[in-house]
């Protein structure tokens, strides 16, 4: 352990912290969906789902590119925080109807209209544009101070705020309250643990003076960030109103899977990955970062999508009961392209502050545009048509980011994509053979025996990903400042 000890704010320790918060996002967030989804019909948590999607695509035009250039930019009086923040008001605002708008629109389109109690909870999830967009600003303070332990332990606290306001939903017996609650608590219990007590929060000012230096980065970053998110909220936008309510929520559960290896990554990203990067400039150390931020995501999604993809007929069984047995294989698919988006995040990330936001914003718009035609193309096919198309698209942009960085880390590139790729196969390989051990895919089996079958692939993952967290470990002060 002494290795990582040196760790003030370096590379080991913020890397455990922000495990444990991404951990935390994975965990929480489908624990809440299987109590959700044992309470209410497929129809509501479809709805809600929708809403989510349509929210993360709105905020986008929010200018949230703000946040790189405030995160690397020197303002010692915070002038410039204060301005990207009244851009991030306005636009929150404005956006709100927006959501609304388009939200009971495509409701409507598809013969699915929410009931009053519905719809104003609905409406609710809209105030989640603001709030998120407004958080930017002393997230990237805490980031600039290399705060990792607090932006890691806001994470937790807003995850465990959130799921007890949906619980109070549950045992009160009107869990689609619950789910309302859970949604927005997200955003509000996230705001509260970024802005108290930190000293972080800039108050919103009208400066268009700042705003014209900005301008340029923080609309191509912005570009670049809706591509992305484009990426990955898109083909739920569209299916919603192709594939009916019951076809749509077995995709959207693969879909939850996805985006929780997602929201591990985007973790790491933002709390470790790029304010490292940011701070060098060498190739020869950007390499090394690179292939610590790498392995660190093997570890922990590639780890965990491994031992998924092994056991999803059973781990969906054992959750959600047999009703959602369909939703498995389209749930495993989705799990490779959810750890293929955590590995794209980190080389992003590098990408990101080095100065390459142009290359990127290329590279997600083809993809994007290729994604979507692929969607539209496999939707009359059912769900999984869908999933492998959205996998086959995200692994050929994860590897064509990786080559990207050949500029910004030199040949190092391949030598940290191939370690993550043999961790990854080793791990699905052991999962493989232990979970087939206990039960054999396709057979019959109990609940003690289904997981047992769980248990034993988690165990035989956990001695390759421990190796290679040790192989991790810095050798000095590598991620320090």
Known sequence: MARWSSLGGGFGGAALWAGLSGGI???????MFVAFARALPPLVIGQFALAVALSELLKCLGVPGLYEVILHRQDPTGRDQAAAQGVFLVMGLALVPVHLLLLYSLLAMTSSQPGNEAAWLLGL??????????????????????AHARLAQRNIMANIGAGLLGLAGIVAADPMLGLGLYTLGLSVCTAAATVVGTRAWRWPIWAPDALRQMRAEALLASAVRGASVALMQMDQVALGGLLGPIAFAFYNVGKRIEM??????????????????????????????????LGIVTVTCGAGAAVFIATADLVIALLLGPEWAPAAPVAALLAVAGHGRALAAACASLLSVSGQNSKLLRVFLVSAGVGLAMVALAAPFGALAVALAVTLRVLATTLLLAWMTRAAAGDGWRGAMLHALLGFLGMLAVAMLARSAVVWPGGVASMALQAMAVLAACCAVAPIALVMLLRLAPRGRMGGP
């Open 260 to 293: 929780a290896f997602v929201s591990l990554a985007q973790s790491f990203a933002q709390a470790l990955f790029q304010p490292l990067f940011a701070a060098r400039r060498g190739l020869t150390e950007r390499a090394a970062v690179l292939r610590q931020a």
């Open 25 to 31: 996002a994975i965990i929480l967030p489908l624990l």
């Open 125 to 146: 999830v809209a105030l989640r544009i603001p709030l998120d967009l407004m958080l930017l600003q002393p997230q990237a303070e805490l980031a600039r101070r290399q």
